[in-house]
T-cell receptor, first 110, second 112 residues
Framework: SQTIHQWPATLVQPVGSPLSLECTVEGTSNPNLYWYRQAAGRGLQLLFYSVGIGQISSEVPQNLSASRPQDRQFILSSKKLLLSDSGFYLC???FGAGRNFGPGTRLLVL | QKEVEQDPGPLSVPEGAIVSLNCTYSNSAFQYFMWYRQYSRKGPELLMYTYSSGNKEDGRFTAQVDKSSKYISLFIRDSQPSDSATYLCAMRGSSNTGKLIFGQGTTLQVKP
C-alpha cells in the first residue's frame, strides 16, 4: 500500500530563517506530487506540483520554492521565512482524480 | 465569485442526527467530486468519490451530485461524536492535468 511521510510534524522558526520541509512517498513509482498550504479559515491553497524528477510547476508567486531530487521525494524550501508563511503544509500525491495527503507539518513563524 | 462555495459553519448537531453538508460550484466542466474529512491537526482523508451526477452510498455516508444545479451534498446518518471534523468538498474537470479545487471546509461538531 502507498504511504506518504512528512517531517517535521511541527516547526517554530524565526522570521528571516531558512526552511526545508521534506515529503517522501512509498509504494508507488513516478507519482504526481503536490504541496498545499492550509491557513486558518482559508481552505487548501496549491503551492507547487511535480510530474517527475526536476519538474516543478508553481501555482502562486511567493518566497517559497520546491524541488524533486528523487522520484518519491518532494522538498519545500525558503531562504527567508515571512510571518505570512505560517500555516499547515500538506504534501499529497495523485490518486485518480483525487489526492492522498500526508500528515502535514505545522509551521509557526515568529 | 469563488469556483467552489462551502459554508464554513461551525455546524453543531446532537448525536444521532442526520447531517447535510453542501457545496455549490460555478464551473460546469467539473466531472469528479470528492468529500474529504479532516480531523484537527491531521491531513485530509478521502471519504467519498463520485463521477458525474447521481448518488453514492457508503455505510452511514451518502454523496449526492446534482450537476444541473451545480450542487453537491454529503449526508451523514446516525451521526456520531467521532464524526466531529472538518469536511471539505473538492472537484475537478475531466482533464488529467486539471486542478483539484477545494471548498473552504465545514466544521462539524456532534455532541453526545
Amino acid at each position: 500500500s502507498q504511504t506518504i511521510h512528512q517531517w517535521p510534524a511541527t516547526l517554530v522558526q524565526p522570521v528571516g530563517s531558512p526552511l526545508s520541509l521534506e515529503c517522501t512517498v512509498e509504494g508507488t513509482s513516478n507519482p504526481n506530487l503536490y504541496w498545499y498550504r492550509q491557513a486558518a479559515g482559508r481552505g487548501l491553497q496549491l503551492l507547487f506540483y511535480s510530474v517527475g524528477i526536476g519538474q516543478i510547476s508553481s501555482e502562486v508567486p511567493q518566497n517559497l520554492s520546491a524541488s524533486r531530487p528523487q522520484d518519491r521525494q518532494f522538498i519545500l524550501s525558503s531562504k527567508k521565512l515571512l510571518l505570512s508563511d505560517s500555516g499547515f503544509y500538506l504534501c499529497a500525491w495523485s490518486f485518480g482524480a483525487g489526492r492522498n495527503f500526508g500528515p502535514g507539518t505545522r509551521l509557526l513563524v515568529l | 465569485q469563488k469556483e467552489v462555495e462551502q459554508d464554513p459553519g461551525p455546524l453543531s448537531v446532537p448525536e444521532g442526527a442526520i447531517v447535510s453538508l453542501n457545496c455549490t460550484y460555478s464551473n460546469s466542466a467539473f466531472q469528479y467530486f470528492m468529500w474529504y474529512r479532516q480531523y484537527s491537526r491531521k491531513g485530509p482523508e478521502l471519504l467519498m468519490y463520485t463521477y458525474s451526477s447521481g448518488n453514492k452510498e457508503d455505510g452511514r455516508f451518502t454523496a449526492q451530485v446534482d450537476k444541473s444545479s451545480k450542487y453537491i451534498s454529503l449526508f451523514i446518518r446516525d451521526s456520531q461524536p467521532s464524526d466531529s471534523a472538518t469536511y471539505l468538498c473538492a472537484m475537478r474537470g475531466s482533464s488529467n492535468t486539471g486542478k483539484l479545487i477545494f471548498g473552504q471546509g465545514t466544521t462539524l461538531q456532534v455532541k453526545p
